[in-house]
């Protein structure tokens, strides 16, 4: 009997615990975000240095689709994504949305070749060519040509992709696109794709261990992450013809160039002679009008105050964890987009 | 005699009083309740699936059962790989994993029935259950590939180390306890009765293994295998990590393939489309339905076990 109350209290206590915490996360303090997974590490940091202003952020690494679609059913302050909104999705939405470019990120093509150690040179419609099927040995004459002195093996070459749709494969195959054009009339670019060859791999780890394990192998990982576990990765040939190797500075370069006013464009196969080509903006997506569901103008406030702080001060936390910060013209893009977010028609900054 | 009888069971009732009777049907009510509750809930599985595919089923078609083409950038999805690489590794997971399951439940139900030694390999059989499949995708991803990579380089085959192969052996592992706990059960109740007439009449252990208790336990045994099959059809972790996610008709036994849990839990969350989630939700309809159609082909059998 004694057991059974002490139950019973333990339940009640529980219930009103919950009820209580569940009041506090709709109160104007705490703001709600939801997205990818890429700029997740990047916005722990940032966001826990930002609760000493009072105002926490509660932000759930769950892809960029999935931030769409809670950004959608406005069960989250604001989404991130990858890639901007596609046609449909919004359509979806109905009502025009702001994409604010957080950091940028690249996409390191990494491999495993036996005997050799140092960094490959390769250019795009060589990657295209291995990732379609057409180029199918390391000693090919296509490879050797660029990387005269490197002693590629007689080995066929192993292709690992993503198996899960991300980000990183839009990423890549939007690059692949505009480098290849039967990538393009075959493929395409999308978080999946019909991938024509190839072993699929399981987010990051997936592919990064489908690479170390297999004598051959080619794959592409994030920046971050093939620098936290000591891939290899190659110099990649951009626009301007030059072999650039995948660093923050290289990263940040390819989005120092004219970017539309909105910020929706495609930093793949950049034009800046110093930028790494295969890289991308992350953007946070807010509704361009912030007086819906009943918000308060203060919440508003709150949200555009913590995304200016995210382009500013928010940004020096992006090289120590491998994020490329936003370049000069990238800010000063995301700051005439923020100043666009209103409320009740009447702009909030 | 049958008279005396019939007024003693009437006075039996008589004596309970109205609330144990309200409770009596409170209880049997309830009962029914719940079973209802559990038939409205598969129902509801399978209504909820069908009408979320209904965006795909419009779009594609019939073709969706044998198309071969999963295209997420043109939207063109056919399920045949995803059909065939389910099938594929579960039955040839199940194959793999009888021998091991009828020997455990033989050695556990016959010749070592209790002890140290039974409970510890029981406990252990069971333990295999309970370890999470993501470990076993793991165990399987720095142990297995190795291995199944240096037996593909001995044969001259393409060493990618993982593939529908390495998929099924993983998933062998993983399903041995479901028919092994079974069948150790049905053999243990097999009457001692009928084992001792055998051995009366000079068998030898295997024989009356052989001729009394696997016949008497056929149809327990079939619904073992059942219950495994059943689980090695819906693995979705252990199998993505393992079975190379190649969206094409696997060419061979060790080549790279993909099965429908697999793609539905790799792709769900990016799925932009409408006609890209239904399509996955599709998957996922057809996969309600293969493992119904299975199961049904295995209630026909063991029903026929059973007549015979």
Known sequence: MKLIKSLKIAVVAAAVATGSIMSASAQDNTLLGAGSTFIYPLFSKIFADYAKTGVKVNYQSIGSGGGILQLTNKTVDFGDSDAPLNEEQAKKI?????????????????????????????????????????????????????????????????????????????????????????????????????????????????????????PGAIGYVELAYAKQNHMPYAFVQNKAGKFIEPTLASTTASSNVELPADSKVSLTNTANASGYP?????????????????????????????????????????????????????VKVAEKILKEATYNGKAIL | MYKKIEIFVKNNRQSLSASQLKWESFFKGLLKVMSILLLILVTGVLITLIVQSLPSIKAL?????????????????????????????????????????????????????????????????????????????????????????????????APYGIGIFTASLILAVMIIPY????????????????KEGAFALGATRYEVIRSVVLPYTRSGLFAGILLSLGRALGETMAVTMLIGNTSAVPTSLFAPGNTMASVIANEFTEADHTVYLSALIELGLVLFLVTVVINLIGKRIITRFTNN
């Open chain 1, 94 to 214: 109905g009502v025009p949305v702001l994409h604010i470019p957080m950091a940028s990120g690249a996409v390191v093509i990494t491999y495993n070749i036996p005997g050799v150690s140092s960094a490959l040179k390769l250019n795009g419609k060589i990657i295209a060519d291995i990732y379609l099927g057409k180029v199918t040995t390391w000693n090919a004459a296509e490879i050797k040509a660029d990387n005269k002195g490197v002693n590629l093996p007689d080995l066929p070459i192993v292709v690992v992709h993503r198996s899960d749709g991300s980000g990183t494969s839009f990423i890549f195959t939007d690059y692949l696109t505009k480098v290849n054009g039967e990538w393009e009339k075959r493929v395409g670019r999308a978080t999946a794709v019909n991938w024509p060859v190839g072993l699929g791999g399981k987010g990051s780890e997936g592919v990064a261990g489908l690479v170390k394990q297999t």
């Open chain 2, 179 to 194: 028919a092994a706990s079974l069948g150790t059960t049905l053999v243990r109740m097999v009457p001692s009765s009928l």
């Open chain 1, 278 to 330: 295969i890289t991308s903006f992350t953007w946070a997506i807010i509704y361009k009008e912030q007086n819906y569901n009943g918000r308060s103008k203060e919440r508003a406030t709150q949200l555009v105050k913590l995304l200016w702080y995210n382009i500013h001060e928010g940004q020096k936390e992006c090289a120590p964890l491998n994020y490329g910060s936003l370049s000069k013209s990238a």
């Open chain 2, 61 to 157: 078609g019939i073709g969706y059962l044998w198309g071969k083409v999963w295209d997420p950038v043109q939207n063109i999805y056919g399920a045949y790989p995803f059909l065939i690489g389910t099938l594929l590794t579960s039955f040839v997971a199940l194959i793999i994993s009888i021998p091991f399951s009828y020997a455990i439940a033989i050695y556990l139900g016959e010749y070592n029935t209790s002890g140290w030694l039974s409970n510890l390999l029981k406990n252990t059989v069971e333990l295999i259950a309970a370890v999470p499949s993501i470990i076993y995708g793991f165990w399987g991803l720095f142990v297995l590939v190795p291995l199944v990579r240096t037996f593909e380089m001995k044969f001259h085959i």
